[in-house]
């Protein structure tokens, strides 16, 4: 699918946009409540908040027909970065292991790259798997019970969502070799929706 570099204004009001845009939003206040020992029902709170935003912004654009190009290119932004500062501020203050975070942080610079590298020589960028979106609901749900819990409940799904991020690394970097080569396979422009 060709990239359009430009979005229409009332992409901005799309539900699903706005969602998108709310967890954005909700990011400072998440990890401000994260940083705060004391405040673990709130961290707790916003960051299943921000997450929801994230599980129905993609089904909520679809339903209503309103797939745009804003919201393709932001929602995969969003995130990367929810997932990303999550984990560093978890590491920080909850016992998340530091190399999950470096992990993640390596996957998802690796995407982007891969992304723009995809976009300026054949306009088009991948979509998630499903895997990806597997890895994404496997690090919410151990990230979820690292702010409840810490390590205690937290080490064990992460051990889980291991799995799929594994296949999700494979799966990434094998999709942008066969583009990279000019495969057949043709893909839209999102990494979530």
Not at 11 to 33: D, K, V, W
Not at 38 to 58: I, K, N, P
Not at 167 to 179: A, D, E, K, M, P
Request: net charge positive; aromatic share 8%.
């Amino acid at each position: 699918m060709k990239l359009r570099t430009t979005f229409r204004p009332r992409e901005l009001c799309y539900p699903s946009n706005l969602l998108t845009l709310a967890r954005l939003l909700l990011l400072p206040i998440t990890l401000f409540y994260l940083r705060k020992p004391e405040r673990r029902r709130e961290a707790l709170a916003c960051l299943a908040l921000t997450m929801f935003t994230d599980a129905v912004d993609g089904p909520l654009a679809r339903w209503r027909g309103e797939v745009s190009h804003l919201g393709e290119l932001l929602d995969p932004i969003a995130d990367k970065l929810v997932i990303n500062a999550t984990a560093v501020v978890l590491s920080q203050t909850r016992g998340f292991p530091w190399w999950v975070t470096g992990l993640l942080i390596f996957r998802d610079t690796g995407i982007v790259l891969a992304g723009l590298t995809l976009i300026r020589r054949r306009a088009h960028i991948t979509t998630a798997q499903a895997t990806g979106k597997a890895t994404t609901v496997a690090l919410t749900a151990a990230m979820l019970l690292y702010t409840a819990d810490g390590p205690r409940s937290g080490k064990p799904a992460l051990l889980l969502a291991a799995v799929p991020f594994a296949l999700s690394f494979v799966q990434y970097g094998v999709r942008f070799i066969r583009l990279m080569r000019g495969g057949a396979e043709r893909s839209t422009i999102s990494d979530e929706r």
